[in-house]
């Protein structure tokens, strides 16, 4: 009944063994660098797009 988020994901390995153990979310440098506010909100609309298309 718990949501997990992970915090400091930085590699593909790291992501795949998190989703494996059934990890709800994450966060850190492999899923999005450090960015100003004004670009997380077309980061957003591109990420979802590409994941909605794998």
Do not use: E, Y
Request: glycine share 12%; with cysteine.
């Amino acid at each position: 009944g718990m949501t997990v988020a992970a915090d400091g994901v930085g590699d593909h390995a790291t992501w795949d063994a998190l989703a494996t153990l059934g990890c709800d979310s994450a966060q850190g440098h492999f899923v999005a660098r450090p960015m100003v506010p004004g670009a997380i909100v077309p980061w957003m609309a591109q990420t979802q797009r590409t994941t909605s298309n794998a």
